[in-house]
């Protein structure tokens, strides 16, 4: 008698799920747009604030979502939300945008970058993260494409043939850095004020190497390939890739014409 209990227990439940079948969610039209973005400081109050554009229309800037009290922050840093509902952005497929400071005073990654705003969504809300100093664009916090927010060297350039200028995301000791030229550890005195310092090596630059600063920071270790953007003008990089001649451009030789380039 047991066993036909739950022969017969088990034949309602199975006839159960096919007389009602688990109900899907239908994707809906984004409604919503929420823009996340980050910065290391958190001086967002420095006034930085976004530029947008939808298609042909002209572009307008935009505020941080605020109350009473100030900006309002999530677990990513400020936000900025836009109803995509509003004529403004009728049948657009993108949105571009710029982080700025001011007035143009300055940009946060000097590029024109777009959000991508799908035909549907599950929820009709859109989030799209950013990072200071990062191109990439997250569509979600751990979206593998998008940008990430731990600790690193923002910048790192000769600025002479000896010195090394240098900038990070958060302070360090001058302990906390090492360069390699060509793979190899060499010889460097670090010094450090802030988030800025300079690293000098014991001889001059050989341009025909990489220069490789790195940083240990408390949950990353970052590496910068310097560049020589301060000794483009410099002797050093005259002579290592100046050209004397006066044969450079077209040459012509009776009916023949070479060309002669200099890269």
């Not at 077209?250 to 200099?262: M, Q, Y």
Request: charged share 20%; net charge negative; with cysteine.
């Amino acid at each position: 008698m047991k066993k036909i209990m739950v022969f017969a227990f088990a034949l309602c439940a199975t006839l159960l799920m096919f007389a009602f079948p688990r109900a899907e969610v239908a994707a809906a039209t984004p409604e919503t747009l929420v823009i996340h973005y980050y910065r290391y400081a958190a001086d967002y109050t420095d006034g930085w604030n976004v530029w947008i554009w939808a298609g042909t229309q002209n572009g307008q800037a935009l505020t941080f979502d605020s109350d009473d009290s100030g900006f309002i922050y999530d677990s990513w840093g400020v936000t900025v939300t836009l109803d995509l509902t509003d004529v403004y952005f009728q049948d657009i497929t993108e949105i571009g945008i710029i982080f700025r400071q001011g007035e143009w005073v300055k940009k946060d990654v000097d590029k024109d970058r777009y959000i991508q705003i799908p035909a549907t969504d599950d929820d009709g809300v859109i989030n799209a993260y950013f990072v200071e100093g990062d191109e990439r664009i997250g569509y979600s916090v751990d979206d593998p494409d998008g940008p990430e927010r731990s600790d690193k060297i923002r910048s790192a350039y000769f600025t002479s043939t000896r010195v090394i200028q240098f900038t990070t995301t958060s302070v360090l000791p001058s302990t906390a850095f090492s360069l390699t030229v060509d793979g190899v550890a060499t010889a460097a005195t670090f010094l450090v004020s802030g988030v800025a310092g300079t690293a000098t090596i014991s001889s001059d630059v050989d341009l025909t190497k990489q220069y490789v600063l790195s940083a240990v920071f408390t949950d990353s270790t970052s590496e910068y390939n310097v560049t020589f953007d301060g000794i483009y003008d410099s002797e050093a990089f005259e002579t290592a890739f100046g050209y004397a001649g006066d044969d450079l451009g077209a040459v012509v030789d009776g009916n023949t014409t070479s060309f002669r380039l200099w890269a």
